[in-house]
Structures are given as structure tokens and as C-alpha cells.
């Protein structure tokens, strides 16, 4: 591994309690040997890397590794810990701990070797070795490749015990080491041909399995995840190739290899790129961590569904929910998420067809959708032709919504054969009446069925039909029978009953829905109770004309949503001092956040301190919705902040209201953290506060 890792890099008796304090004593020595250039700034990226998915692995191992662009070169920090640091993993603490460091352009050669080190510590012999050496410059040179394990064991004095309780003297075999540095195995490739020499002699060919691993930054756990199923399936007599999707790239399976397969296995945290080769095969979709984990049991899981005939569909790429999750993942969780795949594909147009019907209106006057078809009469010279082209086209898109809905929800079920049914069933949500909860009903419906069909056995000389064919027949046509003769009625008469209720609303209910609506907004800031109560609101403007109730909803809603980021920044420039440095300058992007109703800004700031920021957020935000409604405040604009305040009613009261619960939020951070008894800056505090760093001022993720 070149110089990646050296002597002075490796702490044998490494003391810290947490993961926190840990990453920062291997990032210390980084600093010193001038291999991270900003010891803040790169524990933000590690800590944001670790909320992402806990870096625990069984076995006693703790990975945090990111990549920063306060790295100057890749680097390998390892320390043992006797009394184990929790990371996360199912089985208890890790007593060896690896900080992988890699610039944010690392190079494929580097991200090569970093991959290699993560399949050796899938090899009990290595990480025994590890445990049993008790010098550091063989620490360095075993995890190099210039070692092997039992050479590095035996420098450790006779008879002593490893922390999995292994004795040095039988802890590894010198056959059985690996060339850390090429990746190689000697031994593997000598049992996977045995395995395939013996079934062969026997005359059966062995259950082949084709699998595809991948994580966000794809340093650690995508190859950890290869070795894994490699491994289980050289003792399961099963064939097992692997492409491994990381961040030094990755090399296609042979179409023969995939073609030849009996079974697929998707382990993975991002999306499978070019999922559709795979499809019409067995295959198990988990988590990466479920391929370390749990190979064995996905081993037997894809030969079950091979057993019983279970085929995937085609697949494309890209899609938020690209996966159900792992198979303990609840119905609760798999609902959420289904519904967020509808609401994510549903907002851009939302936000395109509110913001020109509202740029209609602006220029063309409130008669304007009244206007005549601008196909029929259109004069380049005339504001009110171009605000009633802005407007009919606003309403195009808006016509989009239940729709797109539906068939995204139906996506997020069952994949690209839930889309037919989806959007047809949501068009006729439109067509009777149902509005948005007929869509929701209709993309709910349209995935239940589709996952119903592919589970029928079908023969093999179907199979490639059946998603272009036979699956959008039988769905769209079931879909649309219960849409229009079963449930599609009683959906109606529950979306007018809520629509006049919405517009009977008046005084004292019309403020408290509006605290209500405020505090949905702030509670989790771009997450699935803020997104129930944005798509409550921009349903009710999904119209030409909106009712006067809608609009005043719609006002309170980006109200609301406004505040927390405004707030932070306030609180930043106002009380600088009970803010990290990362928080301040995160502080200053948040202001422009805010303004543009983007309440994602406040992220990093409720990560770090959820328990006075959310709190304090949720009050202003309700100040705000409750101050909006009362003051009469008009919206029909679905996005836009304070870039539309012209398109508001009541401009000056509704500006009101949003600085009053700026101001509310502001005063409660500011005493909630002034009442903590830790500084911010310069204590390990400040490595948790630091965790914000790569959700604002990166432009993508920072983990892997």
C-alpha cells in the first residue's frame, strides 16, 4: 500500500471511549504527518459519513472513512482498542479501528489498494494477525501487503491471546495470506476452482449467482461486501462473480456471465447502474451492510426464489426508492418511503406549473384565466397574451400532478411495471373527482397489484413479455375497474367534503391550522412530515382557480418553512460565539437558503443540536403559519420565497409574520445554548457539531 499507512500512523493502544474521540486521535497524527490539512473540516466529512449509515461491521471492526477535500493524499490511520469503541454493529464494539482518509479526487490506483484492504478484513487471518502484533511498524507493514499475518503474529510474544480470544501461535496460516496490495488471494482462487472441479466430477453444474455491491463513496463497504458473498458462497459449493460498483469505477460482468446466472444478489446503498441487465432473474435487493453481514442468508433466499420460479422486472435506474430495503425494514417504513418516491417526482412539477400560473397572473391580471385558448388568439405585443400563454401553460403542468403522483408511488412499489397502472389510475382520479387522495389511492393500488402478478409463476417462455406486455394489460385494466366502479366515488365525496371544509375555514381554526401546518413544516425540515404538509398545501392550488382558503394554506406552508434557516443564520451573526467556525459559515449560505424557501438549510444545524434547534424551529414555524393566517395572507405561487412576495396578498403583514417567527426561533436557540455548559469550539464537542460541514457546503454527498 505504498505509504499510505506507516508506523507513525498505527496506535496499538488506542485509549478514546467514543468514535468521535477515536477518529480524532488517528486524524491527529494525519495532521501531524501533513496527510490532512484541516482537522475540523475533516471530521465533519467523517462524522457526516457516519449519519449516514453506521460504520460498525461484525467482528469486532469500526471503518469511519470518507472522502474530504481536506485530504492531500490517501491515507490509512489503524488503532487497537482494548476495551472496544461502539460503532454501531450488531455484535458490540470494535477493537480494531481503521481511518480510511481519501481526497475527494483520489485517484484510481489509490482507490484500488483502499478497496483491497477492505476484502482482507473479511480474512479471519488478518485481522487475528492484527489483534496478535504488538509492533507498530509491523502493524503498518501486514496491512501494507509487506508482511504476512503469520509472519506479523509471530512478532508477538508466544501464547498471547487476540481479542477474539485466538492464540497467536495457530491465529493465521502463511498459506492462506493475501497480497494486500494487488488484491490477490491464493487461497481463494484454489477453493472456488475445488468447488467447481468437484461439481463438475459429480456431473452437476453448481447454483451460479451474480451479485453487484456498491455504498455512497464506495471505498469500504462495497468491497467488503464482494469478499463477504465470495466467501459464503465458495462454502456453500455456489458459484458467486461479483461487479463491484466503487469509486475507482467498475468493469461490467460479462453479458454470458449474467446471462449463465441462476440468481442475483443487489447489495447496495446507491443505485445499481444499469440495473436492467439483470433483469428476469431470481434477486434479492438489501442494504450493503446485509451482503456483510448476512451473506449466507441471502445466498439461500436467491436459491429459494430460483426454486420457486420468482423473476425480477426491468428496472431503471435512478429511482429514489431503488430499493424496498432490508427485509426486517417494517411496513410503516417501506409505506413512507413509497409515497416519498410520488411526492419527490410529483414537486418540479408542482413548482413549475404554480410558479408560471402565478407569473400568469402577475402579468396578465386576475381575469387571465379567463382568457381564450392562446392558440386561438395570441399577440406577440400584448402582456395579457403572454401572461395567458404563461398561465395555460402553468395549467398543463399542473395537470400533471395526480398523475405523476400515482405512477411514481406505484414506481416506488413494484419498479417500472407499477408505472402504467399508476398513471392511469391517477388520471382517472382526475376524471371523477378524487383529486389527491384518489392518486394516493390509485398509485397505492396500482403497486399492490403489479407486485400481486409478479409473484404468479409464470413459464419461462413468457417471462419476456410480461413487463411490456401482460403485467401493464392486467394492471391497468384492474386499476381502472376499482378507480371507476369500486372506490372511486367514495374518494370523491371525501376530497369535496375536505375541500369545503377547507373553505369554510375562518378565524380561530383558520390560525390553528395554520400552527399546525407551521409545526409539520419545521419538525424534520425537508423530510416526510414537512413534505406531507407542502403537498397538503400545494394540492389545494392544483387548480385554475384555487379557492381563497387554498391560497391562504399555501401562504402559511412556505411561511413556515422559511423560518428555521433564517433563524440559524440570525442566531450565527447575532450569538456567533455558541457556534462552531463550521456552523457560522454554514450560517452565512442559510440566509440565502431561507430566503428562497429552502428549509434543507437548517440541516446541519438541527444535526448537530436537534434537541434545542428542532424545538425551537417548531415554534417559530408555528408563530408564523398561525401569524400568516390570521393576517389573511395569499399565495398561489407553490415555490419561490421571498422571489414571489409580489405575487402575494397581504405582502407587508405576511413579511410580518415570517420575521416574527424568525425572531421567536432565534431568541430560543440562542438561550437553549446558552444555557449548555460546554464550549463549542475546541473540545470534542465540537467534532458532533461538526457532522453539518458536507450537508451545505458540499454540492453532493461526502460519504462513502
Not at 482498542?81 to 470494535?94: C, L, R
Not at 409545526?519 to 379557492?547: E, H, Q
Amino acid at each position: 500500500m505504498s505509504e499510505m499507512i506507516t508506523a507513525d500512523l498505527v496506535d496499538l493502544d488506542l485509549s478514546a471511549e467514543t468514535k468521535e474521540a477515536a477518529a480524532r486521535a488517528l486524524a491527529e497524527r494525519m495532521v501531524t504527518l501533513g496527510r490532512v490539512t484541516d482537522l475540523e473540516g475533516f471530521l465533519a466529512d467523517v462524522a457526516a459519513r457516519e449519519a449516514q449509515m453506521p460504520t460498525g461491521l461484525d467482528g469486532g471492526i469500526g471503518i469511519p472513512h470518507c472522502r474530504s477535500e481536506h485530504v492531500t493524499e490517501p491515507t490509512l490511520g489503524f488503532g487497537r482498542s482494548a476495551a472496544g469503541i461502539d460503532f454501531g454493529a450488531p455484535d458490540g464494539p470494535a477493537d480494531l479501528i481503521f481511518l480510511i482518509a481519501a481526497p475527494a479526487g483520489a485517484d484510481d490506483a489509490h482507490l484500488t489498494i483502499l478497496s483491497s484492504l477492505a476484502r482482507q478484513l473479511m480474512n479471519a487471518e488478518f485481522t487475528s494477525a492484527l489483534r496478535a502484533v504488538d509492533d507498530a511498524a509491523a502493524a503498518a507493514a501486514l496491512i501494507r501487503g509487506d508482511e504476512s499475518p503469520a509472519a506479523a503474529a509471530s512478532t508477538a510474544p508466544e501464547g498471547t491471546e487476540s481479542a477474539d480470544g485466538s492464540k497467536n501461535s495457530v491465529a493465521v496460516s502463511a498459506a492462506a495470506s493475501a497480497d494486500t496490495a494487488t488484491g490477490t488471494t491464493s487461497d481463494t482462487t484454489d477453493t472456488t476452482s475445488d468447488t467447481t472441479a468437484d461439481a463438475g466430477a459429480s456431473g452437476e453444474r453448481p447454483f451460479r449467482i451474480v451479485a453487484v455491491t456498491s455504498c455512497p463513496t464506495g471505498i469500504a463497504h462495497t468491497y467488503m461486501a464482494a469478499e463477504s458473498l465470495e466467501n459464503a458462497g465458495r462454502e456453500a459449493g455456489v458459484e458467486v462473480v461479483v461487479e463491484t460498483q466503487g469509486s475507482a469505477g467498475f468493469t461490467r460482468l460479462d453479458p454470458a456471465v449474467i446471462a449463465a446466472a441462476d440468481g442475483v444478489i443487489f447489495a447496495h446503498d446507491v443505485p445499481v447502474r444499469d440495473k436492467d441487465r439483470f433483469a428476469g432473474k431470481p434477486t434479492v435487493d438489501v442494504g450493503v451492510k446485509a451482503g456483510i453481514n448476512k451473506p449466507t442468508e441471502l445466498i439461500t433466499e436467491v436459491r429459494g426464489k430460483a426454486a420457486r420460479g420468482e423473476v425480477s422486472a426491468g428496472s431503471a435506474p435512478g429511482t429514489p426508492v431503488e430499493r424496498s430495503g432490508d427485509s426486517a425494514e417494517g411496513y410503516g417504513t417501506k409505506l413512507r418511503k413509497w409515497l416519498m418516491s410520488g411526492v419527490s417526482y410529483m414537486v418540479p412539477f408542482v413548482a413549475a406549473g404554480g410558479l408560471l400560473i402565478a407569473l400568469g397572473f402577475a402579468i396578465g391580471g386576475y381575469t387571465v384565466n379567463k382568457a381564450p385558448s392562446v392558440m386561438d388568439h395570441f399577440v406577440w405585443t400584448q402582456a395579457d397574451s403572454w401572461g395567458a400563454l404563461l398561465f395555460q401553460i402553468g395549467v398543463v403542468s399542473f395537470g400533471f400532478l395526480v398523475p405523476v403522483l400515482a405512477g411514481y408511488i406505484a414506481y416506488g412499489m413494484a419498479d417500472r411495471p407499477g408505472l402504467v397502472p399508476g398513471f392511469v389510475g391517477g388520471a382517472i382520479s382526475l376524471t371523477i373527482n378524487a383529486g389527491f387522495l384518489g392518486g394516493l389511492a390509485a398509485g397505492l393500488i396500482a403497486g399492490g397489484v403489479v407486485i400481486g402478478i409478479q409473484k404468479v409463476k409464470i413459464p419461462a417462455a413468457l417471462r419476456g413479455v410480461m413487463p411490456v406486455v401482460v403485467i401493464p394489460l392486467i394492471s391497468a385494466a384492474i386499476v381502472g375497474f376499482l378507480m371507476f366502479v369500486v372506490i372511486g366515488k367514495p374518494i370523491a365525496s371525501a376530497q369535496k367534503g375536505m375541500t369545503d371544509w377547507l373553505n369554510g375555514l375562518t378565524g380561530t381554526n383558520a390560525v390553528l391550522l395554520g400552527a399546525l401546518l407551521g409545526l409539520m413544516m419545521c419538525f424534520d425540515l425537508g423530510g416526510p412530515v414537512n413534505k406531507v404538509a407542502y403537498t397538503f398545501a400545494t394540492a389545494g392550488i392544483a387548480v385554475a382557480s384555487p379557492s381563497d382558503s387554498a391560497m391562504k394554506i399555501m401562504a402559511a406552508v412556505m411561511a413556515a418553512g422559511m423560518v428555521p434557516p433564517l433563524a440559524m443564520a440570525l442566531a450565527t451573526t447575532v450569538r456567533g460565539r455558541l457556534f462552531t467556525q463550521t456552523e457560522r459559515e454554514n450560517g452565512k449560505a442559510a440566509w440565502v437558503l431561507g430566503a428562497s424557501f429552502i428549509s434543507e438549510g437548517a440541516i446541519p444545524f438541527a444535526a448537530a443540536d436537534p434537541l434545542r434547534v428542532i424545538p425551537s424551529a417548531m415554534v417559530g414555524g408555528a408563530v408564523t403559519g398561525s401569524l400568516s393566517m390570521a393576517f389573511g395572507a395569499t399565495l398561489r405561487a407553490p415555490h419561490g420565497g421571498i422571489f414571489v412576495v409580489p405575487l402575494i396578498g397581504n405582502p407587508f403583514l405576511y413579511l410580518i409574520a415570517i420575521a416574527a417567527g424568525v425572531c421567536v426561533t432565534t431568541a430560543l436557540v440562542v438561550v437553549l445554548k446558552g444555557m449548555r455548559k460546554q464550549a463549542p469550539e475546541g473540545t470534542g464537542a465540537g467534532v458532533a457539531d461538526t457532522a453539518i460541514a458536507a450537508k451545505v457546503d458540499s454540492k453532493e454527498p461526502v460519504a462513502a
